[in-house]
């Protein structure tokens, strides 16, 4: 058994990755961009030359000098870099439009260290996105079981995006539990489950994580992140069953 939400960490089996700009001719602007996203990370971009006019403007994840996943760089354009995390708070974002590249996806299990907002505008974005595509996955499956803290429960009310977001997915038929400090009382018309407490879990986690039912086939998929400093959050995601199923696990018996 896990001894604490800090200790999956150390189960992290990332090898080394990194992501390669391809035949770019995007304007600087737009490479600072993806620089700025990954600055500080353990993840580092390159620009290399292809030989097929198919790879222009594509960026690849490279992992143990083998290209595992290629991504336009439209595609990270419209989907992470000019977006705005007030865009999924606001709900101006669909949850069905919520996507991830995959050259992102990729990086599954590669420990973050992101910075929240006055100090990065961007550093935890791609955490958010990632929150947002577990709960569409969850959304999409209608069953199984979504465990999601918030530090605050007021959150899910002041964040009009994120509200209808747990309407939808609670009506569905997946199981949603939720975890926080403070009052449940304006979530009663939810039908979730309310979690609360005034532990390390529940001032400083931060995780979404999905189960399929019975932990049977199907996705599984975990994003876990700790504030050990104020405003500064170490995280990651896995798509690992047996390693989201243990988180999950935790969490349900410990938190």
């Known amino acids: ?36 996203l990954l600055d500080g990370q353990p993840v580092s971009v390159s620009e290399a030359e292809a030989d097929s006019a198919a790879d222009d403007d594509v960026v690849a994840l490279v992992e143990d000098g083998s290209v595992v996943a290629r991504s336009t ?8 870099l000019l977006i ?12 069905d439009e919520v996507a991830l590249p995959a050259v992102f996806e990729g990086l599954d299990e590669v420990p973050f260290r992101v910075r929240g907002y ?18 569409r996955i969850a959304a999409e499956h209608g069953d199984g079981t979504l465990r999601a803290s918030f530090q605050r429960l007021s959150r899910i009310d002041d964040e009009r995006g994120t509200r209808s ?18 009052d ?15 532990s390390y ?3 400083r986690s931060w995780f979404v994580v999905f189960t399929p039912p019975d932990g049977g086939d199907g996705d599984h998929v975990a994003l876990l992140a700790l504030e050990d400093e104020p405003n500064v959050w170490d995280g ?17 018996e410990e938190v």
């Not at 009506?171 to 403070?182: A, L």
């Not at 449940?184 to 005034?198: E, N, Q």
């Not at 990651?236 to 349900?252: C, K, M, N, Q």
């Open 165 to 182: 977001v747990y309407e939808r997915v609670a009506g569905t038929g997946v199981d949603v539990h939720v975890y926080g400090v403070g």
């Open 118 to 135: 006055p100090a990065s505008n961007k550093e935890k974005l791609l955490l958010i996105i990632i929150s947002r595509v577990i709960e």
């Open 201 to 203: 879990p529940y001032q």
């Open 84 to 95: 705005n995390s007030d865009l999924y708070k606001t709900g101006a974002i669909e949850l």
């Open 184 to 198: 449940v009382d304006s979530l009663s018309g939810l039908p979730i489950t309310v979690h609360t407490g005034t």
């Open 73 to 80: 760089l439209d595609e990270l354009l419209e989907s992470v």
């Open 1 to 36: 058994m896990a001894e604490s939400l800090r200790s999956f960490f150390d189960e992290l089996e990332a090898p080394d990755r990194h992501l390669a700009l391809l035949n770019r001719s995007s304007p600087d602007p737009v490479r600072n961009l993806l620089d700025s």
């Open 236 to 252: 990651f995601w896995t798509f690992r069953p047996e390693l989201v199923t243990r988180i999950e696990r935790y969490i349900a």
